[in-house]
């Protein structure tokens, strides 16, 4: 009860800071600064591409690392990184997440993620939409509604040869579908909505991600069976898009398909760093790709139940700072995050994420890890003891929860060979 009150104030003060007191800001000279100095990056193939909502953050603990989360990749926040990670999360989870993007635009997201075994699957939907109120030559409002692009990803991923040294290689793909939806608009000689006119602009996309992570132990300077080095790659946005459903339909711009590396490194507990790199590519014509982006992460876990965030991310001539907070309260994680860029309004604020996770249980692989664990102990015991094969019948047991407990599997070969070579001496013995 003492932790959910502490942390409950921690994510209220932080969500009270971040909201209210950047209204005390004026940081137009910080704006200006930053313009000036990463005017050289300006990307001249900025824009080229068709359903750029597939590049805004839904928030939560990936924006809040600056977006390096190719690697890391370790919540439900996986799904616009890498879809490998759904295979070798900890919880089955469920989320929704709010992201106020710039001026009056938002995005929506709901997904949830399970695993069995080493096999992982989830599912995500999100919405990006903006207001859009059409006027006439007079000023009179003539039609409001929203132009929206609503994504639903269905994500598979499976961890091949997962065992307790070598924790397996993770792979997973994304099956995406994408719908763009724009208003009917009005006649400039009648004054009438057009039915249908919007729906010839409106488009669809079909899109397919991979990715692979690889988890390992270097340089680790404390004792957990979590691997601390994790190393990502995927491939992004790979498909194609069309427009014109009114009429005829029509081949559209190309997606922002890209490709990303990323590296997460814990080398002490309450400490992870991420950083990655990315390359757009242009299918079409790789000779007009927009230009590479790089970013990197820091998560501190200052409590058991709090952690704090901060990340940049250098994309074109607009980079990007974020930081945020998450809290533990019971099952529930709530994360806020806060990025400031060159887009970045005051009024009203924007740029400001909430999400709430909630954490459904492991389906009972802690525990079956524990009763491997009491296995295993107890057949050293009964080894030491010299009692070989009640030793061997715990180990084998042990294995029949976890056939890839590698422990278990070293100590029943050195138990079976000890048992072989006494075999020996009695024999020789009895032939003396």
């Known amino acids: 009860m003492k932790k959910s009150v502490i942390s409950g104030s921690i994510i209220f003060i932080l969500s009270f800071v971040l909201q209210h007191a950047v209204f005390s800001l004026d940081l137009s000279p910080i704006n200006n600064r930053l313009s000036n100095f990463f005017y050289t990056t300006i990307d001249k193939n900025e824009g080229t591409t068709s359903f750029r909502s597939l590049n805004i953050p839904c928030g939560g603990r990936a924006e809040s690392l600056g977006t390096a989360y190719t690697a890391l990749a370790d919540d439900i926040s996986f799904f616009d990184y890498n879809p490998a990670a759904s295979c070798i999360l900890e919880n089955t989870e469920v989320a929704v997440f709010h992201n106020a993007w710039i001026a009056d635009s938002a995005l929506e997201t709901i ?108 340089a680790k300077f404390y004792a957990d069976r979590k691997p601390n080095l994790n190393i990502g790659l995927s491939l992004m946005n790979m498909g194609a898009a069309w427009t014109g459903f009114g009429k005829q339909i029509i081949q559209d711009d190309p997606l922002p398909t890209r490709a990303q590396a990323g590296i997460a490194y814990t080398p002490f507990a309450p400490l992870t760093w991420t950083a990655e790199i990315r390359q757009p590519i242009l299918l ?80 009972g692989r802690a525990q079956l890890r524990k009763q491997v664990d009491q296995l295993y102990q107890q057949g050293l015991q009964y080894y030491a003891e010299g009692q070989l094969q009640f030793a061997i019948t715990v180990w084998q047991e042990a294995l029949y929860l976890d056939p890839r407990f590698d422990p278990a599997i070293e100590a029943l070969k050195a138990a079976k060979q000890s048992t072989q070579l006494y075999q020996r001496v009695m024999d020789i013995q009895s032939l003396d």
């Open 111 to 218: 997904a949830a993620t399970s695993r069995y075994n080493n096999f992982g699957a989830g599912f995500q939907l999100k919405c990006f939409y903006v207001p859009f109120t059409e006027y006439n030559l007079y000023g009179e409002r003539q039609t409001g509604n929203y132009y929206s692009e609503t994504t639903g990803t269905v994500n598979f991923s499976y961890n091949f040869l997962a065992g307790y040294y070598f924790k397996g290689i993770a792979t997973g793909i994304n099956l995406k579908g994408s719908w763009r939806s724009i208003p009917d608009f009005t006649d400039n000689d009648t004054g009438k909505i057009i039915s249908g006119s919007g729906r010839e602009q409106s488009g669809a996309a079909a899109m397919v991600d991979t990715g692979i992570i690889l988890r390992f132990n270097i």
């Open 284 to 363: 079409p014509s790789l000779s007009e790709s927009e230009q590479w982006s790089t970013g990197t992460g820091l998560l501190i876990r200052i409590t058991p139940f709090f952690n704090l965030l901060g990340g940049f991310l250098l994309q074109g001539a607009n980079p990007r700072f974020s930081l945020g907070g998450e809290c533990v309260v019971n099952k529930m994680q709530l994360n806020i995050n806060y990025t400031f860029d060159l887009t970045t309004s005051f009024n009203p604020v924007n740029h400001i994420s909430v999400s709430a996770k909630i954490n459904l249980g492991d389906k």
